[in-house]
């Protein structure tokens, strides 16, 4: 009996590319990040069409106990002291967690709970990052290369954005030199 064997898509661990016949690719640029960064004058003076980050996904299924997979690919750089950062999101379905894996660069997973209790994870080649459920996160690229992380979550999931208006109760700014974490006071 001849059994066929499918050739599945696949991805580059040292990058993060996937190789697969259908992509769907979602850039993020400066000029889409209104009032996520501090310095808003600063962001101002930035082309509003400088890719922030990009993100390539695997086209999946939707409905429950489907899966996506996608890879977040977050520039170096910073606005005035800050680093570059994804938006950052709850999920709608606030009970769904996330894996990431980070593939290259070194940066910070921001992870916040609906206390607005706030914590950092190193991301490092090899790192893994178990997200729970009431969660939001958030990358951050502390480093000089590009920040490439592995993702695996629910499609069911969804983003609540808007739950983050008030933003994260954590900055991760260079100052002296330093990365540094500083607590926000008004959110
Ligand atoms: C990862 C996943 C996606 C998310 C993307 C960018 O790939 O968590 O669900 O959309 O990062 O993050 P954000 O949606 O916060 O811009
Ligand atoms: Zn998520």
């Known amino acids: ?31 889409d990040l209104a009032g996520v960064f501090h310095d808003q004058i600063t962001w101002q003076s930035i082309p509003s069409e400088t890719t922030i980050y990009q993100v390539e996904m695997l086209k999946s299924p939707q409905g429950e106990g489907e899966l996506f997979v996608g890879t977040t690919h977050l520039n170096p750089g910073r606005v005035g002291d800050e680093f570059y950062m994804t938006r950052g999101h709850f999920h709608q379905r606030r009970e769904q967690g996330e894996v990431y894996f980070g593939l290259r660069g070194s940066g910070l997973l921001l992870l916040q709970n609906e206390q607005g209790e706030a ?8 790192s893994v990052h178990i ?25 069911i999931a969804g983003h609540d954005y808007a739950a983050l208006a008030q933003g994260f109760s954590l900055r991760v700014v260079l100052q002296d030199g330093k990365i540094q974490a500083k607590e926000v006071q008004n959110g």
């Open 1 to 31: 009996m001849n059994i066929p064997v499918s050739l599945p898509p696949g991805v580059a661990f040292l990058n993060g590319h996937f190789t697969a016949e259908d992509m769907i690719t979602k850039i993020t640029h400066c000029g």
């Open 119 to 126: 914590r950092l994870e190193q991301v490092s080649p090899g």
């Open 131 to 155: 997200i729970p459920g009431f969660t939001a996160h958030r990358l951050i690229n502390t480093g000089t290369e590009v920040l490439s992380a592995l993702a695996v979550w629910p499609s």
